[in-house]
């Protein structure tokens, strides 16, 4: 049974079109059908992603080289073979929740009824607050969801109590803009004010104040929650031995 963090995170994702939207299926285009996890390709990293007894930067990883692990690999060049589809499949999950999120996929899942397809995700912005994670917050408070869809891929360590995390930025479709124009300007008009989006951190650098910090832009409040951390014993001091990247996070 999912935990309350990802029933929580979760929520608001269905995949029931809107009358007003001319298709019987939000996962069907054309001879395209996507398969969504419903929360299960999450729920072995909650801790990774939601976890509050650690910081972002020690549980969500960036930068990692993405040709180093054949999943990886594999399912970002499927983003990028499919991004027209996984374009207008994007536009109908915000449609759909009338707010700003992201698609994400697990490289290491596979949806048990499709073990050869991708599964995904949507997260909305609030959704994605719990993460604490900077680059994932800004990435969503900060692009046209009438334009771009953004995608997470992220890879978990064997403990799952980390991740490393890849994103990709693709199209919408025009014809999809002009098909579903008039629920854009809806969903769009919907939204929030842009300096409403306030991204939430639990750590920021040493030069900021320890409060409160502007964002890239201006209009944006960064808030910080702390995060608390118990001591550990010290540890004997050990020749630090140089490990493979996939090696690195745990």
Do not use: C
């Not at 910081?55 to 990692?64: G, V």
């Not at 994400?104 to 499709?114: D, L």
């Not at 803009?177 to 650098?205: C, F, M, S, W």
Request: hydrophobic share 35%; glycine share 6%; charged share 25%.
């Amino acid at each position: 049974m999912p935990s309350k963090t990802m029933t929580h995170a979760y929520n608001g994702t269905s995949t029931t079109l809107n009358s007003g939207i001319p298709r019987n299926s939000l996962t069907d285009f054309g001879n395209v059908r996507f398969i969504e996890s419903r929360g299960a390709a999450l729920e072995p990293v909650k801790n990774a992603l939601f976890g509050k007894e650690r910081y972002a930067r020690d549980r969500i990883h960036w930068m990692f080289p993405p040709d180093k692990d054949e999943r990886v690999a594999g399912l970002l060049t499927w983003i990028q073979t499919m991004a027209y589809n996984l374009g207008e499949y994007g536009l109908h999950k915000f449609l759909q929740t009338r707010e700003r999120g992201a698609l994400i996929s697990n490289a290491e899942y596979r949806h048990p009824q499709h073990p050869n397809s991708p599964a995904f995700d949507w997260l909305s912005f609030d959704q994605l607050h719990m993460t604490m994670d900077k680059i994932m917050q800004e990435s969503v408070a900060f692009y046209n969801p009438a334009v771009h869809v953004i995608v997470f891929v992220f890879l978990p360590s064997k403990s799952g109590n980390s991740v490393a995390m890849w994103r990709r930025k693709i199209n919408v479709p025009n014809n999809a803009r002009l098909t579903y124009q008039g629920e854009i300007n809806v969903a769009i008009g919907g939204l929030r004010r842009d300096k409403d989006y306030v991204v939430h951190v639990d750590q920021l650098p040493r030069s900021v104040n320890k409060k409160v910090a502007l964002s890239p832009k201006a209009t944006k409040v960064t808030k910080v929650t702390k995060v608390t951390k118990t001591k550990a014993a010290p540890a004997l001091p050990q020749k630090p031995k140089k490990r493979k990247w996939w090696q690195i996070f745990g």
